[in-house]
């Protein structure tokens, strides 16, 4: 009995702030769109009885699933968020992993400092932070001014607006959940396991290949699905940064319900934003559960 | 280590012309401010088995990390077969060390663990296999070869570690503490192997230690070590029998100290009083020659004092004492005997009766005896 009451607290909380709100958004999905609020229809009446429940669930179907098949756009920027999600999480692991090992090397009473410093920028808003690249990458920004003076360039360049822009705000924003987990397992590392590989005759460099790289694999792979995820969704940088050139499936998702207001197509573009996300939110379980049981 | 023929005993040490291996000359390794190792000198010869002997911080581990090349000599120089190898890296010394935490890399499997080093060597990739089933048969590991580290047994793992390290026939294996996360049982048969691989395989082992007892079965000289100090380097049984300080009497086995002033009788013969009102004690065959009047220490481990309830005839040396307390340890009792002057001397008794059948217990006024050669003259 007091077993079933400690996991029913978890899991009511997962039903009631995750389970119905989904089931909503698939409902409001398989709705139509109304002038009306709730701006879609039909809506539940209970005190009509069965024929109400009938001629509610009668109303739904896949219209705008279909709908999203006829119009280019939702394709190309699922595929545009998907190639961006890619490239980024790439761009973070190559900047991550010199970090993370630096940190994982660094003498032991200074690794408290430099994780605070990876962890510091949460401390302020994540809006006012990417507001800042915005003054940062502008013509006549900080940057461009930096360059100019150093004299490496003499025109200024145009970043902000342009996808260069999209992914170094990306980047930049979700750096710390790819080190924080490269950090943990390259700190975890018996450094006489370098020992031993040089001793049987490596390099330093291939003793980094041989042992450190693979066997900081769980943290290169925890990170990479910590930032591919948000950033498969992500809408508020593109918005930002990236100006109208940039297409992202958030964004897409953010125009619909806010601008048009056509809450059912977007609820219809998050469904299958979230089906396509939870092939690696399951890998990524997998890979957890895996990485328990080697250690256990 | 154990010879059955006597008259091939293995003693380069004792041989004027032999070339040692490896060849440690004024050595010393600075941290800092502190000193870790302190002018440093020793020889050491192909196919000894060496232990480097001594409590945790004296050094030991520094001289084994100098060897494998991870530390380099602040001075002197360090020479392997006559090359000074001070500056060579690791990976290119023909050395190899088994860790203390054995190191495995725990994304390998035993047989990829063990062909490890082989593949960063010039052997022929077609011979490696029959080299690592040449070491895991050697250590008993075929049967392993395909697990992970982690999927088998701390023996196995520490026999791992051994063939990974034998695998690349190294001109010197170090061992870090070997045996050190075994238990006891398992610790004392893998003594036993170790010195049976290292007698196969006739490579020259260093191995670190700070257990007298692993060092005193396995090695054919130990150095034992204090302070970045060698204080003594010598067989087993001469360390034993014959320490040359107080420290190194005191940190092999148990000892009683008698500290005290010498009269010469001549012809290696002295008497040595230790204490108002008690008997001096004879002592013969010392090598020393003390003056009359100077302090020294008289050393006599446990086992060679009797314990007896009649003062026996035929000892040099026969005093009194009342038993404190008796330490039973199944093959030995230990008894703590106070004699008059109110000093504690332990001496043991191997128990060839049975237990009911004890003769002391305590409180009991006993006879201890010694021969006048069971001790040593120590003047350090």
Known sequence: MKRAALILLPYSWLVVLFLVPFIIVVKISLSDPALSIPPYSPTLDLSAGWAGLTSFFGALDFDNFRFLTTDNLYWMAYLSSLKIAVISTFVALLVAYPIAYGMARAPEEWRPTLLMLVILPFWSSFLIRVYSWKAILANEGLLNQLLLWIGVISEPLTILNTPTAVYIGIVYTYLPFMVLPLYSALEKLDTSLLEAAEDLGCTRFQAFWLVTFPLSRNGIIAGCFLVFIPVMGEFVIPALLGGSQTLMIGKVLWEEFFSNRDWPVASAVAVILLAILVIPIVLFQRNEEKQREAEG | ?380
């Not at chain 2, 040099?316 to 009342?322: L, Q, S």
Request: some cysteine.
């Open chain 2, 1 to 380: 280590m154990a010879h059955s023929n006597p008259q091939d005993v293995f003693a380069p040490w004792t041989d004027p012309d032999a070339k040692p291996l490896i060849r440690f000359a004024n050595v010393t390794k600075r941290f800092g401010d502190f000193t870790a190792i302190d002018d440093l000198t020793i020889d050491i010869y192909e196919r000894e088995f060496f232990a480097l002997l001594g409590p945790s911080g004296c050094g030991k581990t520094t001289i084994m990390r100098m060897l494998a090349g991870f530390e380099t000599p602040t001075e002197g120089t360090i020479e392997l077969d006559g090359r000074d190898i001070a500056r060579v890296p690791p990976n290119l010394r023909p050395v190899n060390m088994m860790f203390q935490s054995y190191a495995l890399f725990p994304h390998l499997s035993v047989w990829d663990n063990i062909a490890f080093g082989l593949k960063r060597s010039d052997m022929a990739k077609d011979e490696i296999p029959a080299r690592v089933e040449e070491m895991l048969r050697l250590t008993r590991l075929d049967r392993f070869a395909k697990r992970k580290p982690h999927q088998i047994s701390g023996g196995q793992r520490q026999r791992v570690a051994l063939a990974r390290a034998l695998a690349k026939a190294p001109k010197l294996l170090l061992l870090d503490e070997p045996l050190g996360a075994l238990d006891k049982k398992l610790r004392e048969e893998t003594q036993f192997e170790l010195m049976d691989i290292q007698e196969k395989t006739g490579t020259t082992f260093v191995i670190v230690t700070h257990d007298q007892e692993e060092a005193m079965t396995v090695a054919s000289r130990v150095a034992v070590m204090d302070h970045g100090k060698i204080k003594q380097v010598d067989t087993p049984a001469h360390i034993y029998e014959t320490p040359a300080s107080t420290y190194v009497a005191d940190f092999i086995g148990d000892v009683n100290l008698f500290r005290g002033t010498a009269t010469a009788r001549g012809d290696g013969t002295y008497s040595i009083d230790y204490g108002e009102g008690s008997a001096p004690i004879e002592v013969s065959e010392c090598d020393l020659s003390l003056e009359t009047g100077a302090s020294v220490t008289f050393a006599i481990r446990p086992e060679k004092i009797r314990v007896s309830s009649e003062p026996p005839e035929d000892r040099d040396n026969v005093v009194e004492g009342t038993i404190i307390d008796i330490g039973y340890l199944g093959n030995l009792s230990t008894y703590h005997v106070e004699l008059p002057g109110g000093q504690m001397v332990k001496a043991s008794m191997t128990n060839a009766t049975r237990l009911s059948r004890r003769d002391f217990t305590w409180e009991d006024k006993i006879w201890l005896s010694f021969r006048s050669s069971a001790g040593v003259v120590l003047t350090e």
